[in-house]
């Protein structure tokens, strides 16, 4: 998943892109929810979300779903 939403390939996420494929997937969530759930994400406060912050935050959504880091990334 992260992969489609990286829409430029640069391992990172910025709020554009995740709010792109909120809004293209119909979610329910506003302006201020994705606000709050960057903020959340971007646990080192760089302004994108990297793949770590992402895994970390999808462990905590689905814990009972293993989530890796891929081996063959730059």
């Known amino acids: 998943m992260f992969r489609v939403i990286d829409k430029d390939n640069d391992w990172r996420l910025s709020k554009a892109e995740l709010k792109a494929v909120i809004k293209a997937y119909k979610m329910p969530m506003d302006d201020n929810e994705l606000d709050l759930l960057f903020e959340e994400a971007d646990e080192y406060n760089q ?17 009972s779903i293993e989530f890796t880091f891929p081996t063959n990334i730059i």
Not at 47 to 63: D, K, N, V
């Open 47 to 63: 302004g994108y979300i990297t793949y770590e912050e992402y895994l970390r935050i999808m462990r905590c959504l689905w814990p």
